[in-house]
């Protein structure tokens, strides 16, 4: 080892950033060395890929799961339930102690610290004696902590966050929040330019600061009004509610001696209604529904995938029989590609196997399969078809083997592209009978599972709030008492996905969220859940509370809250099909 190579050890704990493009292959071994050795203690170890750890740093963890290229620098300070996304960076002197969970992209500065645990000061007792508490930190995605700062238990800062060198930070940050001082107080909203405040007016120049959370870039950002107390409180007060009631309503579907569920009762149980029961009990209780462990809950899903196609039937059923794409024309067995792999995720497994009809479907074959789909007249079939095969090809992916035959999925996503309706930004067109229904409701289960889904921003994204804030205002079904679970989400997914976009027609988008919170919230019924809603035909759940309503109305509620600034009062976030983030970053299309 020459002196240079001394030199850059050093280096690289201090400055570990340039470790990936600078380091030698004895230093590369000597990280390799570090790694093993954190995977080998007692804790729970993950390191994702990239990472790096300092070796000076002190990390002594029960839990440490580091996400892709995040690091861990110089005398960092690392202890406890400690969970990150990727490309976050722990820097020198810091310390990070409790049960800490950081997003995607957070950076925190030299010498700062996350103290997730505190002391008892009743004065029976020396400060020594007292019982340690710990209600945990969360900090969202693309957060920047500055240096010297000070975060306390108990504190959740939101998404896009900035908080200035020195602070000491007591309460929660809502989203896009730039805050400073002793203790942090919101300064401006991160999106508004300097001094903007100022020139508006505003006393102290401290700016309004919306708790949106929903844009990643928003250079045409138009800017919600100052959020309503009292509909903060009122979603608050309903996520407590769901919570206490979370388990009587699980209860109350759950079909005795069998192990299954069924959407609601006096109907025969279903696979979906046993992910629908999953879902809700991860969003509202944190956990698998309580009559079973998880593990049992897994594999009773699990034992449901047919081993030669990789699909799931209905229980009863017969293996589904693959269609010109490798999807079934069962409606339920496309769907269950769904719902079944994202609970499984939600229980800490996985399809036992590919879904292998799918994974043999070559290019040409699924470019036919796409130009055949029913676009003029069945829009939402055919965006339910390409939702299913691209959740296939996910959780291909996800599995290690090929999402489809070479070339595939990129066919699929050059295809949707080059069909994009550049007036409309969606596939498909009106119909007399329904107006932009099946394209609009087409348009959020298409772009659910590939755009979406995959990470990948989508085409005309302001095209597509002109056409779903045109569907919104029509009464045949959005008049008081029309609305359903899936018209009212297939309007606010594409607004909340295109925000990330654009600020295109904000306020409009934000005012009816509002709207629709406000309705969405009586629709609760104590111990029994949200009905599904109406249907033109009849069929489907309908006005009785159950599973499906009440597992598609918590994601609507996320949802509407996330776009009017509100989502952090409710204290859960969906991770299953109706998840925020990409469920795979843009490259795993490759």
């Not at 470790?19 to 080998?40: F, H, V």
């Not at 996400?67 to 722990?90: E, P």
């Not at 995720?345 to 036992?352: E, T």
């Not at 066919?411 to 932009?436: I, Q």
Request: proline fraction near 8%; charge should be negative; hydrophobic fraction near 40%.
């Amino acid at each position: 080892m020459n002196q240079q190579e001394s030199d850059d050890d050093g280096l690289f704990d201090h400055c570990p950033w340039l470790y990936a493009e600078q380091a030698s292959q004895r230093q590369r071994a000597a990280q390799e060395r570090r790694r093993k050795r954190l995977l080998g203690t007692a804790g729970s170890v993950r390191l994702g890929e990239g990472c790096f750890v300092a070796e000076t740093a002190a990390v002594y963890p029960d839990v440490l799961h580091l996400g892709d290229r995040s690091y861990i620098a110089a005398h960092a300070y690392v202890t406890g339930d400690i969970r990150t996304g990727a490309d976050c960076t722990i820097n020198p002197f810091t310390v990070v102690r409790g049960t800490v969970t950081l997003g995607d992209g957070v950076r925190i500065g030299a010498h700062s610290s996350l103290l997730a645990f505190n002391h008892g000061t009743s004065p029976g007792l020396p400060v020594h004696q007292q019982p340690v508490t710990s209600r945990g930190i969360t900090v969202g995605d693309d957060v920047w902590i500055g240096s010297h700062v000070v975060v306390v238990d108990g504190v959740t800062i939101g998404d896009h966050c900035v908080v200035g060198a020195g602070a000491v930070v007591t309460k929660d940050l809502p989203a896009w929040t730039v805050a400073a001082g002793n203790p942090a107080r919101p300064i401006r909203d991160r999106r508004e330019p300097r001094g903007a405040a100022q020139r508006a007016g505003v006393p102290g120049g401290v700016a309004p600061v919306a708790a949106s959370g929903v844009a990643a870039s928003r250079s045409e950002a138009q800017h919600p009004a100052q959020e309503p107390s009292a509909l903060a409180g009122d979603l608050s007060a309903f996520a407590d509610a769901a919570r206490a009631q979370a388990a009587d309503l699980l209860d109350r579907c759950r079909q005795p001696g069998t192990g299954r569920y069924v959407d609601r009762p006096g109907t025969e149980p279903t696979v979906r209604a046993h992910c629908d029961a999953v879902e809700i009990a991860g969003l509202l209780l944190g956990e698998a529904p309580p009559d079973l462990p998880a593990a049992e809950h897994a594999a009773r899903l699990r034992a449901l995938q047919d081993p030669v196609t990789g699909l799931v039937p209905e229980y009863g059923a017969s293996p589904p029989v693959p269609g010109p794409a490798g999807l079934p024309e069962d409606g339920a067995s496309a769907y269950h590609v769904l719902c079944v792999g994202y609970a499984l995720d939600l229980l800490g497994s996985s399809f036992a196997h590919p879904v292998h009809t799918v994974r043999t479907t070559t290019a040409d074959r699924l470019v036919r399969h796409l130009a055949d789909l029913p676009w003029r007249d069945r829009a939402w079939h055919a965006g339910a078809s390409v939702d299913s095969w691209s959740t296939a090809a996910h959780w291909n992916l996800r599995l290690g083997t090929e999402a489809a035959a070479p070339g595939a999925l990129e066919a699929l996503f050059g295809w949707l592209h080059t069909h994009a309706d550049p007036w409309t930004g969606m596939w498909g067109s009106p119909t007399a009978e329904s107006g932009r229904l099946q394209m609009v409701n087409g348009y959020y289960r298409l772009t659910r599972g590939s755009f979406a889904q995959f990470g990948l921003p989508v085409p005309y994204a302001e095209r597509v709030i002109d056409t779903v804030l045109d569907h919104a205002r029509d009464p045949r079904h959005f008049a008081p008492g029309r609305e359903n679970a899936c018209n009212v989400l297939d309007v606010i997914h594409p607004l909340w996905l295109c925000a990330r976009q654009t600020g295109h027609r904000a306020e409009e988008a934000r005012s009816w969220a509002v709207n629709q919170l406000t309705a969405a919230l009586r629709r609760w019924h104590p111990g029994r859940g949200f009905p599904f809603g109406p249907t033109p035909d009849g069929t489907g759940p309908g006005r009785e509370p159950g599973l499906q309503g009440t597992e598609m109305w918590l994601a609507i509620v996320w949802l509407l809250a996330d776009l009017v600034g509100l989502a952090d009062v409710l204290g859960y976030r969906p991770r299953g099909i109706h998840r925020p983030e990409p469920a795979r970053p843009a490259e795993g299309t490759a």
